[in-house]
């Protein structure tokens, strides 16, 4: 009578939780009796609950009884109700060691350990079964050691307790006890070498994983899903891609790891054409994590409709209705952040408030600062409950770039907790705002501070070094890299080649050049540009002849270098070859500054009027620089009054204002003679007010840079400077030694 009378209240209200439980776990959905039957014993009332489970469909025999009651312990404990399904356990007149492991599995899988190893201990039976249950509640929750010494102990095993201690030390880092507990293994099967690769994938010992792989009898789906996900992960998706290629099956998973591969690792391209490929050729329906990667993926190729199409796609499909635990809604944030569409962003961004991550705050903050708009950045970091060393680090960078270095500086004083990239932030910010100097004394305080400089960092130094021609500094750079570097990587040997290129010790590029185990596209361009740039152009085409053997394609830098070299060695005949080669060989389309170099070399051999057709058949509109270049190359001879005149009138059209196509025109005029030209441009640059910037050069000497402009007087110790350059002159030499020539 009390449970009837409870019914119609409680009683609905519990059912209705606990179908709502239920639902969310994904466990098969309950009958009107299994609600109740909870109910009771939620309450420990025992005769109601063995009333309704009278009830309940059931075999009559004992065995059966004892299959269906283990059944039901099984369905509640993994629906959440362990409590209940142990009351139930407790009332089973029968039990085997079947109905003691469903009990055991639902105190493990429910984190109850401490229950879980006391029911254990009084089991009156155990079976391989049940000491795998206690294996993996140990490793599950961290306590590897103690999941070992249980593993020992075990008096049988089967193959799942062997793969369910490799995964569990796999889980817990120690790969390499778990690679010694797979060698001890008499009988492996397919699991087991899954188990074993994902863990080399985890921690990126891929050569170990590919070792395993190949010698693998028997390889299923996920064994080449894990291989192909490693390689993308440690930065290899040409080796994922091949891996892919071969694969003998595919499922959306595999699809889903190389088109996320190919989207992480910046081939956002490759990472869209490969999606399109598996709908069309294959018919493979995506997942929502194919779509999260592909909204990364269209973040990346920076085609703002693209992405817009795929998130209408996605509300069309529904897809937008489960967040994927917020990580769909992040990736969507970051996208619109990328693009610098913040009312959309925004609006996602409030939108999924209660799923709100950092990530998401980050990405916002980097959308309004990509934009301009720093000071809504700043509204939204200072609201922000958690901030982590991204959102301060991007802030920092973001007043930086708007040279509001003060502001910079102060948010990384009161930053709590600076790493390295937010001291390589203000480093790089400093040499951006040309503070070299307050960079390097930066750079001194990280160290004083034990925070170790990234190859980042020692780049960045290096490239100003190099762009500022600060030799001394960046030898001392070299210098503290040689003695804290084992091995200088990739990033470090390039930026050394482009400083010591820059910094006109051309010798000392090369021998970095040279020291390296390996060289990419990069390396090679700058070796040759820097070859190019000193005038050596026989060694700038050895480099170039050796980068094609090595099998490195070359880019539009390459060819700048190359046609540069050909330009200061006077070798028409090259140059109109790698032009050519450059489209028909290679595929690239020759860029105005490529033609630049065509027009210098074509202007240096006395080419003018071939030069001028070169311009007159380009495939593009030639900007202010080619014409700025056509113009400059009729200096060379006194003949070419003419075709300056008309660069010079394309020129001026583009950029009336433009004093060196002024001045270049005036002198082309004196050489030829045709002074009446001559005083009437001059008179109309005094008209327009054109002055021509006088030009500058510095020099650090003891810490203290020097900059000299032509016909600079204002130096302290000019007298000694044009003493040293010219001898003893007299007052009114050193005067007119000072005047300023066009």
């Known amino acids: 009578m009390r449970a009837l009378f409870l019914r119609p209240t409680k009683f609905i209200l519990f059912k209705t939780v606990i179908r709502a439980r239920f639902y969310n776990t994904q466990i098969a959905k309950l009958s009107c009796d299994d609600s109740e039957l909870l109910w009771y014993l939620s309450k420990v009332l025992v005769k109601d609950a063995l009333q309704v489970l009278e009830k309940m469909p059931s075999r009559r025999d004992g065995h059966g009884r004892v299959v269906d009651w283990t059944c039901l312990v099984t369905k509640y404990s993994r629906g959440g109700w362990v409590d209940e399904a142990r009351v139930l356990f407790d009332i089973m007149p029968e039990r085997n060691v079947v109905s003691y492991n469903a009990m055991l599995s639902g105190y493990l899988r429910s984190g109850r350990l401490s229950e879980g190893w006391r029911f254990f201990e009084e089991m009156p039976e155990r079976n391989v079964v049940s000491w795998t249950l206690v294996l993996c509640g140990l490793a599950d929750a961290g306590r590897v050691e103690e999941a070992r010494r249980l593993f020992e102990a075990m008096l049988e095993r089967n193959v799942v307790s062997w793969n369910s201690m490799i995964g569990g030390l796999v889980k817990n880092g120690d790969v390499d006890g778990a690679r010694d507990v ?121 085609v703002p409709q693209l992405g817009m199409q795929l998130h209408a796609q996605l509300i069309v499909d529904n897809w937008d209705h489960d967040d994927y635990g917020g990580r769909l809604s992040k990736s969507l944030i970051h996208m619109y952040s990328a693009y610098g569409i913040m009312g959309y962003a925004d609006f996602l961004f409030m939108k999924h408030s209660n799923t709100r991550s950092v990530q998401s705050c980050n990405s916002m903050i980097n959308g309004y600062i990509h934009i301009g708009k720093l000071e809504q950045a700043q509204n939204l970091f200072d609201r922000l409950p958690i901030r982590d060393k991204i959102s301060w680090t991007s802030m920092i960078t973001g007043y930086f770039s708007v040279g509001e270095v ?47 400089p990234l190859s980042s960092t020692y780049s960045v130094l290096l490239g100003a070094a190099g762009a500022m021609s600060y030799l001394d500094s960046g030898r001392q750079f070299h210098g503290l890299l040689t003695k804290t570097h084992y091995e200088l990587d990739l990033f ?57 053997q090595s099998g490195t394609q070359p880019n539009s830098v390459t060819f700048l270098g190359i046609l540069s070299a050909c330009s200061h060695a006077g070798l028409v005949h090259k140059g109109w070859e790698f032009i050519n080669a450059m489209s028909d ?154 005047v300023l020539y066009d």
């Open 492 to 548: 470090i040997s390039n930026s050394l080649i482009s400083m010591y290129a820059k910094s006109g010790e051309i010798d000392d590029a090369y021998h970095a050049f040279s020291n390296m185990s390996f060289r990419d596209l990069i390396s090679w361009n700058s070796m040759i540009m820097g070859f190019s740039d000193h005038g050596h152009t026989d060694k700038t085409l050895k480099v170039f002849e050796a980068m094609v």
């Open 182 to 302: 797979f060698e001890r293994m008499r009988v492996k099967n397919v699991v087991s070498c899954n188990v074993m690769i994902g863990g080399y994938v985890e921690w990126c010992r891929m050569d170990e994983a590919r070792g395993l792989f190949d010698r693998m009898v028997e390889r299923n789906v996920i064994t080449w899903t894990s291989m192909v996900s490693g390689y993308c992960r440690s930065g290899n998706v040409d080796e994922g891609y091949a891996l892919f290629r071969e694969m003998p099956e595919r499922n959306v998973v595999s699809w889903t790891a190389m088109i996320g591969g190919f989207a992480w690792n910046g081939f956002c391209k490759e990472a869209l054409l490969l999606f399109l490929k598996m709908k069309g050729d294959y018919g493979t329906k995506p997942n929502g994590e194919t779509f999260i990667s592909l909204v990364y993926a269209c973040a990346g190729i920076g």
């Open 585 to 738: 060989v290679y595929g690239i389309q020759p860029a105005p500054e490529h033609c630049i170099c065509m027009i210098n070399l074509l202007g240096r051999a006395g080419k003018v009027k071939e030069a001028q057709e070169l311009v007159r058949r380009l495939p593009f509109k030639p900007d202010h620089a080619v014409w700025g270049a056509l113009l400059g190359i009729c200096g060379f001879g006194k003949t070419n009054a003419q075709v300056a005149k008309y660069a010079a009138k394309q020129l001026l059209e583009m950029d009336p204002l433009n004093a060196p196509a002024h001045v270049v025109l005036c002198n082309i005029y004196a050489a030829n003679g045709l002074h009446i030209e001559e005083k009437a441009l001059r008179r109309e640059m005094g008209l327009k007010g054109v002055r021509k910037v006088p030009g500058c050069s510095w020099i650090l000497v003891q810490g203290r840079v020097n900059v000299f402009l032509s016909g600079d007087i204002l130096h302290p110790d000019v007298g000694e400077i044009l003493s040293a350059l010219f001898g003893n002159m007299s007052e009114s030499q050193k005067e007119s030694s000072t």
């Open 406 to 452: 003060s502001k910079a500086c102060y948010l990384f004083q009161i930053m709590p907790d600076k790493d390295a990239i937010s001291w390589t932030a203000m480093i790089s910010g400093h040499v951006q705002n040309e503070l070299f100097a307050e960079a390097t004394d930066i750079f001194f305080k990280m160290r004083s501070e034990g925070v170790s």
